[in-house]
T-cell receptor, first 110, second 116 residues
Framework: SQQGEEDPQALSIQEGENATMNCSYKTSINNLQWYRQNSGRGLVHLILIRSNEREKHSGRLRVTLDTSKKSSSLLITASRAADTASYFC??????????FGRGTSLIVHP | GAGVSQTPSNKVTEKGKYVELRCDPI?????LYWYRQSLGQGPEFLIY????????DSGLPNDRFFAVRPEGSVSTLKIQRTERGDSAVYLC??????????????FGPGTRLLVL
């Protein structure tokens, strides 16, 4: 079963616009991670946010976490065509095994 | 090596055959994971190794699937009597170790398995 569920399933925007993806999960977590995947191949780790953190930044990425609502969001600012990919959230509770959602497919049109 | 590598990158086999998929983790990473990803889905956990031992194999779908990591580095995922439903991308990831709250996993490019 998949713990995290990303929303929307697909997102299409123009270059320069911001992209926001959301992730909801069901149980308590220790941390939540966001990954990117190009063309159905290997995943690239983007950012990890711990359960006691509310917001984290990395370059053009901003991740928020609301444990009371069991949700997280990933914001990509000033998107580029190269940001086109699938984005997954993965949650972990105490264990070493993150559980992935189905992902959001992002298309950035040049 | 610089990252996790997996071989082969693509594998086509016939129903009923045996296949082996190989994963070379990042040097020094003691934790190794196998996932399976079907089209339009997220990675689904199969098995986790800490060192040479399988610490958690609860994700293996049935006894046709088996994985080894005899020297605590390279791992091989073995699938016997393959079925068409086994077709998927098999992803391997490694991390430094297991710590409470999880560690960043570094993924390989995957092996795309097609069972005809």
């Amino acid at each position: 079963s998949q713990q995290g569920e990303e929303d929307p399933q697909a997102l299409s925007i123009q270059e320069g616009e911001n992209a926001t993806m959301n992730c909801s999960y069901k149980t308590s977590i220790n941390n939540l991670q966001w990954y990117r995947q190009n063309s159905g191949r290997g995943l690239v780790h983007l950012i990890l946010i711990r359960s006691n953190e509310r917001e984290k930044h990395s370059g053009r990425l901003r991740v928020t976490l609301d444990t009371s609502k069991k949700s997280s969001s990933l914001l990509i600012t000033a998107s580029r065509a190269a940001d086109t990919a699938s984005y997954f959230c993965a949650t972990a509770l105490g264990s070493y095994i993150p559980t992935f959602g189905r992902g959001t497919s992002l298309i950035v049109h040049p | 090596g610089a990252g996790v590598s997996q071989t082969p990158s693509n594998k086509v086999t016939e129903k009923g055959k045996y296949v082996e998929l190989r994963c070379d983790p990042i040097s020094g990473h003691t934790a190794l994971y196998w996932y399976r990803q079907s089209l339009g889905q997220g990675p689904e956990f199969l098995i986790y190794f800490q060192g040479t031992g399988a610490a958690d194999d609860s994700g293996l779908p049935n006894d046709r699937f088996f994985a080894v990591r005899p020297e605590g580095s390279v791992s091989t995922l073995k699938i016997q009597r393959t079925e068409r439903g086994d077709s998927a991308v098999y992803l391997c990831a490694s991390s430094l170790d297991r710590t409470s709250g999880g560690r960043t996993q570094y993924f390989g490019p995957g092996t795309r398995l097609l069972v005809l």
